[in-house]
């Protein structure tokens, strides 16, 4: 069974950075496209960004371009989001998620398996 575990979530002043990340286990790494979706209260689950298989190809929101980067590490089998320049805006619980088909990145109904979270706050 395949199992992600988000960490590196918290509390940060705007302006601040925090790195998120994913690890994965229980099914081959290499064979997932990854995602990273936010979740603000009373709304809707918000794709953030996403990483192809051999990390080879990356695509962000607009929210997000500029100032988040994804990556991963195929060996260690981990995805993470660092994320400069933090707003207010940005706090949500943020979700890691994988994918086996080639489609839609932005789509989090593409997504086959999910993490259980990670809060971030951003104070003002």
């Known amino acids: 069974q395949v199992q992600l575990v988000e960490s590196g979530g918290g509390l940060v002043q705007a302006g601040g950075s925090l790195r998120l990340s994913c690890a994965v286990s229980?099914?081959?790494?290499?064979?997932?496209?990854m995602g990273w979706f936010r979740q603000a209260p009373g709304k809707e689950r918000d794709f953030v960004a996403a990483?192809?298989?051999?990390?080879?190809?990356?695509f962000y929101a607009d929210s997000g371009e500029g100032r988040f980067t994804i990556s991963r590490d195929n060996a260690e089998n981990t995805v993470s989001l660092q994320m400069n320049s933090l707003k207010p805006e940005d706090t949500a619980v943020y979700y890691c998620a994988a994918k086996i088909i080639h489609s839609n990145y932005m789509d989090p109904t593409e997504y086959d398996y999910w993490g259980q979270g990670t809060q971030v706050t951003v104070s003002s």
């Open positions: 990483i192809s298989r051999s990390g080879g190809s990356t």
């Open positions: 229980g099914g081959t790494f290499s064979r997932y496209d």
